[in-house]
């Protein structure tokens, strides 16, 4: 069905992994997947390609946009529009979207499925641009869950700097070891006593 999906989860919950199967899924019914990623996230490129790539070695082509993009001028470009019932759009790290290009994609689903993945906040937990417009006007929300090392659920991208947690700086870090997905009681402890991050949490905070 035509609708703007919205898939989110913290850092390590394996949403670009279910992008590509999701990817796989539909070009093996025969519908042709447009896979787009942010040209800020440098991390996977081969031979001057972009790539998307999962931790589990899952990767697929994808086209790069910038905040400049607009996504009806990339429809046409892409000959997207020509054909919009066989076709599919996919966002990786769609949090670094705008509020305009989740607005263009809101109209575009009009048409054809459009499935979007990312993080909902930031290392502060802040909503991103893109995930806070994505929540307001998505049809369907969908969280993907990964769980913190104490057993709990994940909730937070907390950024790490010399093993602490990072509570200043840029909201856009691109990078994996730099984050990890904790708790938010977790979170608050380690954050509250300026803990190693990598020390057990054996005490409680409530």
């Known amino acids: 069905m035509n609708k703007l999906y919205f898939y989110y989860g913290a850092m390590g919950s394996s949403k670009t992994a279910q992008a590509l199967m999701c990817r796989f899924n539909y070009m093996q019914k025969g519908f042709n997947v447009f896979l787009f990623k942010p040209v800020i996230d440098r991390r996977t490129v081969?031979?001057?390609?972009?790539?998307?790539?999962?931790?589990?070695?899952?990767?697929a082509k994808a086209i790069e946009f910038d905040a400049l993009d607009d996504f009806k001028t990339l429809a046409n470009l892409y000959?997207?529009?020509?054909?919009f019932e066989r076709n599919v759009i996919i966002i990786d790290e769609c949090q670094f979207?705008?509020?305009s290009q989740v607005e263009g994609l809101k109209l575009l689903?009009?048409?054809?499925?459009v499935l979007c993945y990312g993080l909902l906040t930031n290392y502060k937990t802040e909503l991103f641009e893109g995930s806070k417009?994505?929540?307001?006007i998505a049809d369907k929300i969908q969280e993907i869950k990964s769980v913190c090392d104490c057993g709990r659920k994940a909730t937070v991208n907390a950024r790490i700097v010399n093993g602490k947690i990072a509570q200043s700086g840029e909201e856009i870090l691109i990078g994996d070891s730099e984050y990890k997905s904790m708790c938010y009681k977790c979170y608050l402890k380690k954050l509250q006593t300026n803990e190693d991050i990598n020390k057990p949490?054996?005490?409680?905070?409530f």
């Not at 689903?109 to 499925?113: E, G, T, Y």
């Not at 417009?133 to 307001?136: D, I, P, Q």
């Not at 949490?201 to 905070?205: C, F, L, R």
């Open 97 to 99: 979207l705008t509020r």
């Open 79 to 83: 000959k997207i529009d020509q054909n």
């Open 201 to 205: 949490n054996d005490v409680t905070i």
């Open 109 to 113: 689903s009009f048409h054809l499925p």
């Open 46 to 59: 081969k031979d001057g390609k972009a790539i998307v790539g999962s931790r589990i070695g899952l990767s």
């Open 133 to 136: 417009r994505l929540v307001e």
